[in-house]
């Protein structure tokens, strides 16, 4: 069980890193979306089913399909798809695993012959994008134009700025 004050950070990858008492959870930015990954450096204390609840909030949930778990605004259509979790221990033995909505949570299942069979470190790694309808991810470059950019850095924090002529191509943005 993950407990404690989770404490936050921002990695040099522009990654975001959450302890969780023995868990570290990360989101990072992917082809596909964000992807969020849980990083197990020791079998987890306790007995039976691991299970990872994520509370939801804001979109409803909508469907459940081979490719994960489905969250639509009912108006506009554009949703979130919080994609099938895989286990992937230190043999790079990877495993699909069940992921089930409950009571407004996300739940990611760890059998316990895999948590017990598996060698640490392991990650549960799923992925979250956004789409149109079930099943129908965004993958879209923005209209007209973002140039000129420029990142900055003083060793630990970084800034990236660019030009971005999305709304108007008349009148860019920074």
Same mark, same amino acid.
């Given at each position: 069980? !993950?407990?404690?004050?989770?404490?936050? /950070?921002?990695?040099? %990858?522009?990654?975001?890193?959450? *302890?969780? @008492?023995?868990? $570290?959870?990360?989101?990072?930015?992917?082809?596909?979306?964000?992807?969020?990954?849980?990083?197990?450096?020791?079998?987890?204390?306790?007995?039976?089913?691991?299970?990872?609840?994520?509370?939801?909030?804001?979109?409803?949930?909508?469907?459940?399909?081979?490719?994960?778990?489905?969250?639509?605004?009912?108006?506009?259509?554009?949703?979130?798809?919080?994609?099938? !979790?895989?286990?992937?221990?230190?043999? /790079?033995?990877?495993? %699909?695993?069940?992921?089930?909505? *409950?009571? @407004?949570?996300? $739940?990611?299942?760890?059998?316990?012959?895999?948590?017990?069979?598996?060698?640490?470190?392991?990650?549960?790694?799923?992925?979250?994008?956004?789409?149109?309808?079930?099943?129908?991810?965004?993958?879209?470059?923005?209209?007209?134009?973002?140039?000129?950019?420029?990142?900055?850095?003083?060793?630990?924090?970084?800034?990236?700025?660019?030009?971005?002529?999305?709304?108007?191509?008349?009148?860019?943005?920074?």
């Amino acid at each position: 069980s !993950a407990s404690g004050r989770p404490r936050a /950070a921002v990695d040099k %990858d522009g990654s975001l890193s959450v *302890e969780r @008492g023995s868990v $570290v959870e990360r989101l990072a930015n992917g082809e596909e979306g964000v992807e969020q990954s849980f990083h197990f450096d020791a079998r987890p204390d306790g007995q039976g089913e691991l299970r990872v609840h994520i509370g939801v909030s804001g979109m409803p949930y909508t469907a459940r399909t081979e490719h994960g778990l489905h969250f639509a605004d009912p108006v506009s259509g554009a949703g979130v798809r919080y994609g099938r !979790a895989t286990w992937v221990d230190a043999s /790079a033995r990877r495993s %699909d695993l069940e992921t089930t909505y *409950e009571e @407004g949570e996300i $739940v990611l299942h760890v059998p316990e012959a895999l948590v017990e069979g598996s060698t640490y470190p392991a990650v549960l790694d799923p992925v979250i994008g956004p789409e149109i309808g079930t099943d129908n991810p965004i993958y879209h470059e923005g209209a007209f134009s973002q140039a000129a950019p420029s990142v900055a850095s003083n060793g630990s924090d970084y800034l990236v700025v660019w030009s971005d002529s999305r709304v108007s191509a008349s009148n860019a943005d920074i």
